[in-house]
Structures are given as structure tokens and as C-alpha cells.
């Protein structure tokens, strides 16, 4: 049973930084691509940023040249580093799972950007 986990969620004050953590277990960690998402309150949840097992990444217009996302395969483990925080990324972010016929997520970890 694949079960992934975020952490490193909390308070940033605005041009902080954070770095999110999800680890999977249960699962050949290094096939499958990632993606980080994001939900804010009163709003459809949107992608943020993604890396291929190959280590291509891609990311949102809005999080382009502030977030860097990156895996270490050997800690079936994803980050996500958050620079320059500003107070509409204050979301919950979950961590996906994709590839070979799964779609697996996360419970999420709250980000709360604010002075």
C-alpha cells in the first residue's frame, strides 16, 4: 500500500523560506514523477511544480525562479524549497504521486505566509 507524507509546513513571514518534505513508502519511489499541489482556502487546488523520474522539472508561472523542487531517490523522498514566500502561497500542499496507473496523494501540509 503506497502511503505518502508531507511535512515542513508552518508559519513563514512574507520573503521567507520553507522546505516542504514528502516521503513515500511502499512503493519503488524512483519510477514515478512527482508533483507538489496546492490548495488555498475558497479556491480549486492547482498545481505547483513537478520532477520526472529522470529529474526534468517543470513549474507554475507563479512559483517559477522562488521554488525548487528536487528528489533524492534514495530517501524515496521529494522537496520542495520555497524562497521569497509571499502571502498568496499560504495553501495546503499535498504531494502526488504519478505514473503507471496511480494518482496517489498526500494528506497535505498547511503553509501559512504572513506577517
Known amino acids: 500500500q503506497v502511503q505518502l507524507g508531507e511535512s515542513g509546513g508552518g508559519l513563514a513571514q512574507p520573503g521567507g523560506s520553507l522546505r516542504l518534505s514528502c516521503t513515500a513508502s511502499?512503493?519503488?519511489?524512483?519510477?514515478?514523477?512527482i508533483r507538489w499541489s496546492r490548495q488555498a482556502p475558497g479556491k480549486q487546488r492547482e498545481w505547483v511544480a513537478s520532477i520526472s523520474r529522470g529529474g526534468s522539472t517543470n513549474y507554475a508561472d507563479s512559483v517559477k525562479d522562488r521554488f525548487t523542487i528536487s528528489r533524492d531517490n534514495a530517501k524515496n523522498t521529494v522537496y520542495l524549497q520555497m524562497n521569497s514566500l509571499k502571502p498568496e502561497d499560504t495553501a495546503v500542499y499535498y504531494c502526488n504521486l504519478r505514473g503507471f496507473g496511480r494518482d496517489s496523494w498526500g494528506q497535505g501540509t498547511q503553509v501559512t505566509v504572513s506577517s
Open positions: 511502499g512503493i519503488s519511489f524512483s519510477i514515478y514523477e
